[in-house]
């Protein structure tokens, strides 16, 4: 199973940034969409943002403009900028990767731990 090691969350004051790091761990994997969910208290876990190995970025619609998702395939690294901070953008963040050991293996997903963000004056 791929491990999922996530940095970067804090607490910061409303129009604020933080950087948001995942890093994969393992080998013999190939990883595809990356992305980004969040979980507010009392709130389902909704996605923040997605990148494809591939292709152009999906962003929800409460973070476009604000937020740019961006990888190292290099370092099987995702990153989250967080720009222009919101309270109502405090959550815990989770990473995600889909991936698979070999072409025709079922592709799978793996979670990181979660991180909390922390918006407030």
């Known amino acids: 199973q791929v491990q999922l090691v996530e940095s970067g969350g804090g607490l910061v004051q409303p129009g604020g940034s933080l950087r948001l790091s995942c890093a994969a761990s393992?080998?013999?994997?190939?990883?595809?969409?990356m992305g980004w969910y969040r979980q507010a208290p009392g709130k389902k876990r909704e996605v923040v943002a997605a990148?494809?190995?591939?292709?152009?970025?999906n962003y929800a619609s409460s973070v476009k403009g604000r937020f740019n998702i961006s990888r190292d395939n290099a370092k099987n690294t995702v990153y989250l900028q967080m720009n222009s901070l919101r309270p109502e953008d405090t959550a815990v963040y989770y990473c995600?990767?889909?991936?698979?050991?070999?072409?025709?293996?079922?592709?799978?997903?793996?979670w990181g731990q979660g991180t909390q963000v922390t918006v407030s004056s």
């Open positions: 990148i494809p190995s591939g292709g152009s970025t």
């Open positions: 393992g080998s013999g994997f190939t990883i595809y969409a």
């Open positions: 995600n990767v889909d991936y698979r050991y070999k072409s025709d293996y079922p592709l799978q997903r793996s």
